[in-house]
């Protein structure tokens, strides 16, 4: 009997009538033969309603207790779900990240997953029931709860989807698969029908929130297939899966934008060796991941050094960045909140040159400021100001989508 694994998200879930909705979708795969797994993310806007309350006492809150509190919106969305599988006459249990147990390390409001004792689920699965799981949380070793970052349930059901060895993940959403851009901003985005691992872990990663970054890394690790489809729209989404020859090559699959950084700069520092050694230690040693970096040339014996990080951790960051410019003499530090990554991502730029050239083109013609630049084999990024970010998101669809010749590499 073939085994999958559904993942519902939060606007899929967002209201009993949509709830409801979403045990027709579970019926209809019992019925067509299946063992189902669901797993739920917390209605929409209650995670963030959760963490709201948090910051009203703390601007800093202690992880621990973060975690207790966001990871009950998950809790109630699969009680609410199981209800209402029953009312239809499917037999359903709904089991927390710690009933599972799905383990992670102790990294609370960020962990990753280590194991999932899978003994309980297939207990379950062989008396014939509908395992509903809750996303976005799990147990660490202390017994702690513990979640896994925003957008963490798709990274709970693919994992699941590995540990169970399911035939496939599919991932229900409000959006009917992964676009060549995000299709709230360009009309004209495609949706792809499949798409490589790599090049959705580089989209993931770089501002494409349909997929977090860590479920794709998993599933590329363990080889899970997964489909992302609309909860309202009953057609064939995107297929996420190992690159294989009858995949459309192209230079460029797709756009990607992120506005949940901040830019800081230390202005006026010494160009002298060991500076941004003592500046890049200190943030790492406090569990700040920086992402892009940049050195000014230097003059008369200055320079200035720039970084993003994500917008949760800028505070700190800047705090931290205060402290080190004071320590090594700089003089000062300056945040801007207001930016946006831009990149265009695509397989095919391994073998196909000119894409750094037009994109930069594309944003010049657009009169749009470049503030940094960083590239790897399948992708370029530009930090830009954040209020040209929908400008520059559509100039390039238009330019390397909507205008590309299907150019096939190899
Ligand atoms: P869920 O609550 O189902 O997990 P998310 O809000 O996390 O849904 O992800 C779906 C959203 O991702 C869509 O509503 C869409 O605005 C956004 N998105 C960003 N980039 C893309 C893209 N390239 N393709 C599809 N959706 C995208
Ligand atoms: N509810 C969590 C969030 O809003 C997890 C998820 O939806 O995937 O980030
Ligand atoms: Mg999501």
Redesign the pocket.
């Known amino acids: 009997m073939p085994l999958i694994v559904q993942k519902f ?2 606007t899929s879930v967002g209201s009993i009538e949509r709830i409801r909705n979403v045990a027709k979708k579970v019926k209809k795969a019992v019925e067509e033969g299946n063992k189902v797994v669901v797993v739920s ?2 209605m929409s806007g ?3 309603r959760l963490l709201g309350l948090t910051r009203e006492l703390s601007t800093r809150p202690d992880p621990r207790e973060q975690d207790m509190v966001v990871s009950t ?2 809790q109630v969305a699969i009680g609410l779900l199981s209800i209402a599988l029953k009312e239809i006459g499917i037999d359903a249990v709904s089991l927390t990240g710690w009933q599972v147990p799905i383990y992670t390390d102790t990294a609370h409001t960020k962990a990753r997953i280590k194991r999932i004792d899978t003994h309980r689920i297939h207990a379950e699965l062989e008396k014939g029931k509908v395992v509903v799981v809750a ?2 949380q799990g147990i660490d070793d202390y017994g702690d709860i513990t979640t896994l970052g ?5 990274t709970t059901a693919v994992a699941l989807a590995a540990a169970l060895k399911a035939d496939v993940c599919e991932i229900y959403t409000d959006v009917t698969g992964v676009f060549t851009a995000d299709p709230r901003i360009v009309e004209n985005a495609r949706k792809i029908p499949v798409i490589s691992y790599e090049e959705m872990m580089e989209m993931a990663s770089l501002g494409s929130k349909v997929m ?1 970054i860590r479920s794709v890394e998993f599933a590329a690790k363990y080889g899970v297939k997964i489909h992302v489809k609309s909860s309202f729209v009953d057609e064939d989404g995107t297929w996420i899966m190992e690159e294989n020859e009858e995949m459309e090559r192209v230079a460029v699959r797709g756009i990607s934008h992120e506005l949940k950084e901040s830019k800081i700069t230390v202005v006026k520092v010494p160009d002298k060796p060991g500076i941004a050694a003592k500046l890049f230690k200190a943030l790492g040693d406090n569990n700040i991941v920086v992402d892009m970096i940049v050195q000014n040339v230097s003059h008369e014996g200055y320079t200035d050094i720039s970084f993003t990080v994500n917008k949760v951790d800028a505070d700190f960051a800047e705090e931290i960045a205060k402290e080190v410019a004071r320590e090594v003499g700089a003089s000062g530090v300056e945040r801007n909140d207001r930016i946006a990554k831009i990149s265009v991502v695509g397989l095919g730029m391994k073998t196909h040159a000119g894409t750094a050239g037009k994109m930069f083109e594309v944003l010049y013609k657009e009169g749009i400021n470049i503030y940094a630049i960083s590239t790897s084999e399948i992708k370029i990024s530009c930090l830009i100001d954040e209020k040209y970010a929908e400008l520059a998101v559509r100039a390039l669809h238009e330019a390397f989508i909507e205008n590309q010749e299907t150019i096939v590499i190899d």
């Open positions: 998200g939060g993310s917390a209650e995670t963030d919106g998950e996303g976005f925003r957008g963490g349930s798709d977090q």
